[in-house]
């Protein structure tokens, strides 16, 4: 189980859900280039470098295939994952992905996290900053303008994977008729929607987000490790 976080976080965010499904699943939890602890390279990396860079990753530490949840341009990564390295894809979970094709601009998007603050966790907000400054603004703005001009609906089209596609009903970033209608054009789509939760379902809710999870990513048709279960993260 590999969890990938949004736009200018870090895995700091993805601890709370990686919590929770530690009992179950082996699960990772990586920083991509530019963000957290991992290197910075010169320019921010476009959404296909940061797919590329997460299948280097996992050669590297030995991994050939793996579930996956990713958060708002989590998703976007993973969806270009599936895509291009297929083989290295057993099922996804979308969480809150972006962009709504109705909502591309830059402007929108920002005004969307104002929005979600008060239905968040507070403590949030502290860890969002940290990793902000971290990461710095011209990444940020450079990682978010290759996230709004990609293109994900068109793309989730040719996932063959089962994927499940989770909101939370306060969610402002990402609309309701947006996430129905990808779920529904995805080959093996499915839904479920988080009663009460923002955009950062996997910190603010992960017990409710792990009750969503289990029963797609434990079905019979996928054998759930036996041994050495544990967490691990790349931070300290």
Known sequence: MILVHGLGMSSRYMIPLA???????????????????SDKPPQALTVRQLADALAAWM?????????????????EVLVELAVVHPQLVDRLVLQGPTPDPEARGIARQVLGFFLIAPFERWSLA???????????????????????????????????????VVWGTRDYI????????????????????????????????????????????????????????SFKSDID
Request: with cysteine; net charge positive; aromatic share 10%.
């Open 126 to 164: 502290w860890v969002a900053l940290t990793d902000y400054v971290r990461s710095g603004i011209r990444r940020y703005l450079q990682t978010l303008r290759s996230m709004v001009d990609n293109h994900i609906a068109e793309k989730a089209l040719r996932i063959s994977q089962p994927t499940l």
């Open 59 to 75: 050669h590297k530490v030995g991994l050939t295939r793996a579930a996956f949840v990713g958060n708002s341009l989590g998703c």
């Open 174 to 229: 990402v609309p309701y008729a947006f996430v129905t209608s990808l779920a529904a054009s995805l080959p093996q789509g499915r839904f479920a929607s988080i009663p009460g939760a923002a955009h950062g379902i996997n910190y603010s809710h992960p017990e409710a987000f792990t009750a969503a999870l289990l029963p797609f990513l434990l079905a019979p048709q996928e054998r759930a490790p036996t041994e050495d279960l």
């Open 19 to 37: 919590e929770h499904l530690a009992p179950h699943l082996r699960v990772y939890a990586p920083d991509l280039p530019g963000f957290g602890l």
